[in-house]
Structures are given as structure tokens and as C-alpha cells.
């Protein structure tokens, strides 16, 4: 069992949207180096997740529980606390790098600036470990892209730019939200394996915010499911691929092509009937009985997430919140 202290600890986050629920009771560790990834069909709370972890919630959103980075709890600091760790300690990867970026500004100065601030660096030193981190992201001639403005560079460059500047300070964790999705697939391609392999070599951990189910099993060790703002199952990625205890995870998957090459699909891909409810709008009890074929009048209480004997792999437990699971040798989910 891995003993190290966790990079980031996540124990019963809780958001609401006035007295509407919207994440509910959501816990996962990330371990140091560890590469996490978080998935589910849209709306289900992942980009809430990360927006709570950052302490970037907008107005009229209130989190609650517990969020513990290095000894210290992120919902408890202030904004100047928080502008502390945000860019150094946690960094974060957004979806469209066109807005994460300054259009006013060059490159090069919005790399350089993470590190003035954060590492107290002049200028030049900054200037000289921009350009560094430039090549370092293989963005083609660093330093003519130095004096560039985010509009002259393409997607896939510009994304490259903010994962620069995500890894200017060797953070402990960073989050990585929809990374490609403004990309086409030659590049989105590209742009996982950078990242995979840099956040390798800084020692980092990851935690990758996505829909892709091929993405995770390429690029992370470990998988959430979420569904409804909560975790539904979780545990290493390989086992949970090959043999997924709740129907929501089975469902996704059973969505998921298989094409040999030179091969048309024929036959009707599975589907998971009904949609995503609207914010408000889950059933009580398991978040996921009025789309489940399994769903029982057991179903009207909520299962805990609790794990599955003898299923801990490099110091990750299986984990699934199901009255019901497919195939699953645990205890019985007692109601919350």
C-alpha cells in the first residue's frame, strides 16, 4: 500500500446552486505522481469539481466539505491565499486556450509572468526559462513564438502555451479540464502525449477532466466516474475498463465503438437510455435509477460508495456506489 501523503484530498465536496444541489459528497485522493481521470457524460459535475478544488466557483455557488492540499484546507482560505497556490502548487489546463490566454499580450511575457510572480525571478531569468519551457512544450522556432500574440498562433500551439505556463513552477498537481476539445484529432492526439509525458518528467500528478473514455485509457492510471455530481465508481483504469461494476460505467463503455481497421460498423451502437437530467432535476436515492435497467425498489435509498475486496492495485482501491453492480464481489452499499 502507497503510504505517501496524498497531493490532493477530496472528502464530501458538496456544491449547491442556492439550496439546489449540484455536486453532492464527492471524495477521491490523488497520490502523488499519480495520473487521475475523471469522466462522465455532460453535466454530470466534472468541470465543478475542478472549479471547486481551484476555488474558482462563480457567484452563487458555495462548496462545501473538505478539500486538503499539502496540510491545508482550500475551502477555509481566502483569495489571496488562494492566488498563492493557484499557478504554483495546482495549475490548471482549460478547454479553450484562446480565452485561458491574454490577447494583449506576448507570449513569451505571459509565461515569464507565472514565474516573476510565484519564483521571484527578473526578467531575464524569467525570459530565459520561458523560452526553455517553450521548447520543452515542442513548440516549433520558441523563440520567434516568444514575440508572438495568442491570435497568430494556431489551437494546437496556443494550447501548448498554456501547458508552458501550467508547468513553469513544477506544480504538485495539475488539472487538466477538456484539454483538446477545441482541437482537431491529429492534434488532440499530439497534445495528450505532451502532456502525458511532461507532466511524467516534472513529477506532477495529474487529474484529466474528459468524456473520452480513449483518452483515459491511454493517458491515466486511475478512473472516477461521475454521474449526477457524484462518484459512482472509481479505482485503476484497467480494471475498471475490463470489467466495470456500475451500470453507468458499463453503459459508457457499451457507447464506445470498436472499429478494426479497414472495417465498417455495421450494427446499432448500445446506448444508455433517456439524458443527463437538468441541474435539480436527479431522482432521489441512486442518482441513476430512472435510466438503469438493474434499478430496484432498493434503489429509492442512496448507496455509498464502498469498495470491492481484494480489488487495490498500485494503491488504488475499486471502488462502486451501487445497490446492484455487474459482477461484483463487495460488501452491500448501505443507504447515506
Request: hydrophobic share 40%.
Amino acid at each position: 500500500m502507497d503510504t505517501a501523503e496524498p497531493v490532493l484530498q477530496v472528502t464530501d465536496l458538496s456544491v449547491s446552486v442556492g439550496s439546489t444541489p449540484a455536486l453532492s459528497n464527492v471524495s477521491f485522493i490523488i497520490r502523488p505522481g499519480a495520473r487521475v481521470g475523471l469522466i462522465g457524460e455532460s453535466g454530470s459535475g466534472k468541470t465543478l469539481t475542478a472549479l471547486s478544488i481551484m476555488g474558482l466557483l462563480p457567484d452563487g455557488l458555495f462548496a462545501s466539505g473538505s478539500v486538503v492540499h499539502d496540510n491545508r484546507e482550500l475551502l477555509d482560505l481566502t483569495e489571496d491565499q488562494l492566488c498563492e497556490i493557484r499557478g504554483d502548487r495546482i495549475t490548471m489546463v482549460f478547454q479553450e486556450p484562446m480565452t485561458a490566454l491574454n490577447p494583449v499580450m506576448r507570449i513569451g511575457d505571459q509565461v515569464a509572468e507565472v514565474l516573476r510572480i510565484h519564483r521571484s525571478l527578473s526578467r531575464a531569468e524569467a525570459s530565459d526559462r520561458a523560452l526553455e519551457l517553450l521548447a520543452q512544450v515542442r513548440l516549433r522556432d520558441p523563440l520567434a513564438r516568444m514575440k508572438a500574440y495568442p491570435h497568430q498562433l494556431s489551437g494546437g500551439q496556443r494550447q501548448r502555451v498554456v501547458i508552458a505556463i501550467a508547468l513553469a513552477c513544477d506544480p504538485a498537481l495539475i488539472i487538466a479540464d477538456e484539454p483538446t476539445t477545441a482541437l482537431d484529432v491529429t492534434v488532440q492526439a499530439q497534445i495528450l502525449v505532451l502532456l502525458r509525458d511532461l507532466v511524467e518528467d516534472h513529477n506532477s500528478s495529474l487529474l484529466l477532466i474528459t468524456h473520452d473514455l480513449a483518452v483515459v485509457a491511454n493517458v491515466c492510471e486511475e478512473v472516477l466516474v461521475m454521474y449526477g455530481g457524484r462518484i459512482i465508481e472509481s479505482g485503476p483504469t484497467t480494471q475498471v475498463f475490463d470489467s466495470p461494476h456500475h451500470p453507468y460505467t458499463s453503459g459508457l463503455l457499451a457507447a464506445v465503438p470498436e472499429i478494426e481497421p479497414g472495417q465498417e460498423r455495421r450494427e446499432r451502437l448500445d446506448t444508455i437510455r433517456g439524458s443527463v437530467p437538468g441541474l435539480g432535476q436527479f431522482p432521489s436515492g441512486c442518482v441513476f435509477r430512472n435510466r438503469c435497467d438493474r434499478a430496484t425498489d432498493d434503489c429509492l435509498d442512496d448507496p455509498n460508495l464502498v469498495a470491492i475486496d481484494g480489488s487495490e492495485q498500485d494503491g488504488a482501491t475499486r471502488m462502486v456506489a451501487c445497490f446492484h453492480p455487474i459482477h461484483a464481489q463487495s460488501t452491500e452499499a448501505s443507504p447515506r
